[in-house]
């Protein structure tokens, strides 16, 4: 693995299932992030990881859960997902903590499509 | 409230330059990002600005003024690749990053 990885690239769920996300880095980064891309607005963060064993909300949470087991991963579920979750999500991580300027590095994306 | 707002869209000719502003309103300030997004693939860091200036990097450079809430990306002898949209992100006081909805540069033979 080199840099951030997401899985799966793209899926289509039915509305009511149960979706995960998957996230690694192999950058020993500590801080992780989930954004959704939707078209005509900015990236918006649904949570986010300072360090493993930690998240945070961020502006959309809602309808979303992490987890973050340990340093690499850092998957997103969708409990119950309903159509207005159809977004394209970016998983990202950083150096540092929130406390820190860090630049973030983006994974390539999942294209997730909920009908 | 927090706000970014950046040009949805701006065309420019191979070789020439252009200059893609972008505002930002946020609750205290860390820092101004920009970053690059080509179709269908994730956003790529290009500059960091926290102080005041010119930042360069080759073709590529970032102005920030703190007291105007203001910063430009410029890009010289475009390229077709840099067919792109443009990602303006402000970092707040809580550090996180508060994202402009992108300009897309369109570069024309």
């Known amino acids: 693995i080199a840099g951030i990885t997401q899985a799966p690239t793209s899926q289509i769920l039915a509305a009511g299932r149960r979706m995960t996300l998957r996230c690694t880095q192999d950058m020993r980064h500590n801080a992780m992030y989930w954004y959704r891309q939707d078209l005509g607005l900015g990236l918006r963060l649904i949570h986010y990881?300072?360090?493993?064993?930690?998240?945070g909300k961020g502006e959309v949470p809602d309808g979303y859960s992490v987890s973050r087991a340990n340093t690499d991963d850092f998957p997103l579920t969708l409990a119950s997902a309903v159509p207005s979750q159809t977004s394209v999500y970016f998983c990202?991580?950083?150096?540092?903590?929130?406390?820190?300027?860090?630049?973030?590095?983006f994974g390539p994306g999942t294209r997730l499509t909920v009908l | 409230g927090q706000n970014i707002d950046q040009p949805t869209e701006m065309t420019a000719t191979e070789g020439a330059i252009v200059q893609i502003n972008c505002t930002y309103q946020t609750s205290g300030f860390n820092g101004l990002f920009w970053y690059q997004q080509h179709a269908g693939e994730a956003p790529t860091f290009l500059s960091y600005n926290v102080l005041d200036g010119l930042e360069e990097k080759g073709r590529f450079s970032s102005f920030l003024s703190r007291s105007k809430g203001y910063s430009y990306l410029l890009l010289k002898e475009l390229q077709m690749k840099d067919s792109a949209s443009y990602l303006c992100?402000?970092?707040?006081?809580?550090?996180?990053?508060?994202w402009g909805a992108g300009t897309k540069l369109i570069i024309k033979p």
């Open positions: 992100a402000a970092m707040d006081s809580n550090y996180q990053l508060i």
């Open positions: 990202a991580s950083g150096p540092g903590t929130s406390a820190s300027a860090d630049t973030q590095y």
């Open positions: 990881s300072n360090t493993a064993g930690t998240t």
